[in-house]
């Protein structure tokens, strides 16, 4: 049973650029949650996605935008970049709303220059 | 908004001795609190948790404790071990998870 995959593992991007980052859930999962996680810092909640829509999100420029396919996979879009979006970006799967436990991705690291 | 706190950036523990892990928040809706464990070059795993409603929840080794009037929680491990040696969030939870910026354990053989 294939947990929760992203990719690509690191990626390098120029300041302005945009990005597309992908994640696969854990099988049997619907919800799919961002989050991003600066150096030293733990991680903060980007939006979550569910039955193919925006449900929730977090304090993050419109920049940010998401999509999530009919088989639950989900990517997450950086427009714009700037030097501060450089972080880990983590993906997490729940069932449901997934109040109680979320299944992590190991997470794409990216790295604007 | 710092919802969730961790004032310990590290911690060190001899091997077999009890590591304390400690956490507090803000936010008095949170109805789970949950611990992950974090190893370089990976994603958070799920550790354990609790609910609002509870003061204990032990899971072999791990045993955290809530403390709602002082809105504080923590995490015990007994007895500690080399690969016990990790960055622990804790977080809570109400419609979204809030999680503090870590604790980097170490333990030492």
């Known amino acids: 049973d294939a947990g929760v995959t992203q990719s690509p593992t690191h990626l390098i991007k120029t300041r302005g650029q945009q990005v597309t980052l992908r994640c696969s859930p854990k099988?049997?999962?619907?919800?799919v949650s961002w989050y991003q996680q600066a150096l030293g810092q733990g991680p903060q909640f980007i939006f979550q996605?569910?039955?193919?829509?925006?449900?929730q999100r977090g304090n993050f420029p419109d920049r940010f935008s998401g999509h999530q396919f009919p088989n639950y996979s989900s990517e997450l879009n950086v427009n714009a970049l700037l030097l501060g979006d450089s972080a880990l970006y983590l993906c997490?799967?729940?069932?449901?709303?997934?109040?109680?436990?979320?299944?992590f991705g190991s997470g794409t690291q990216l790295s604007v220059l | 908004d710092q919802q969730v706190k961790q004032n310990s950036p590290s911690l060190s523990v001899q091997e077999g001795r009890i590591s304390i892990l400690n956490c507090d928040y803000t936010?008095?809706?949170?109805?789970?609190f949950l611990w992950y464990k974090k190893y370089p070059a990976e994603g958070p795993t799920f550790l354990i948790s609790?609910?609002?409603?509870?003061d204990k929840n032990e899971d072999g080794r791990f045993t955290v404790f809530l403390n709602k009037s002082a809105k504080h929680l923590s995490l015990h491990i007994v007895p500690s071990q080399p690969g016990d040696s990790a960055v622990y969030f804790c977080a809570g939870t109400g419609n979204q998870f809030y999680f503090g910026t870590g604790t980097s354990l170490t333990v030492i053989p």
């Open positions: 996605y569910y039955e193919e829509e925006e449900r």
């Open positions: 609790i609910s609002s409603i509870k």
């Open positions: 936010n008095s809706m949170f109805d789970y």
């Open positions: 997490a799967s729940s069932w449901d709303r997934g109040n109680e436990k979320l299944f």
């Open positions: 099988s049997g999962h619907d919800t």
